[in-house]
């Protein structure tokens, strides 16, 4: 049996949500907000369901970037999460950002780099 997984990134001004069925992504949305996800998390993740046709029942596990990022934005990414998960009796998962940026390489020995200013959506004036 395949494992269904709803997984989110809020932890910059650039998010995402995907449906996973096994390894394979079969639906995906890009997130945008500079003023935070707290208000438009939840019906995003909607019309995900909606334009996949599952239900949220059917989800067997719920992810989330847990940064490193912005504090706020890591904290709703989690907070939904460990909420969906915690309401449907399925398990939760936290996913550091840099391991799984180091999983798309394919040599031995692998960096990921950021820009740790940014990350946390901070400029310097």
Do not use: Y
């Not at 995907?18 to 208000?39: K, R, Y």
């Amino acid at each position: 049996m395949r494992t269904r997984t709803l997984a989110i990134d809020t932890t910059t001004e650039f998010g995402s949500l995907a449906l996973l069925d096994g390894p394979e992504v079969v639906e995906q949305a890009l997130l945008h907000s500079a003023n935070g996800f707290g208000q438009i998390l939840f019906p995003r993740i909607e019309r995900l369901f909606d334009q996949r046709g599952w239900a949220l029942s059917t989800v067997d596990c719920f992810a989330s970037a847990s940064g490193p990022g912005s504090f706020t934005g890591v904290r709703v990414g989690l907070a939904a999460a460990k909420g969906l998960a915690e309401a449907l009796g399925k398990p939760v998962v936290a996913v550091s950002n840099l391991q799984a940026l180091a999983w798309f390489g394919s040599a031995p020995l692998r960096a990921t780099v950021l820009d740790a200013l940014k990350a946390a959506g901070l400029a310097i004036a």
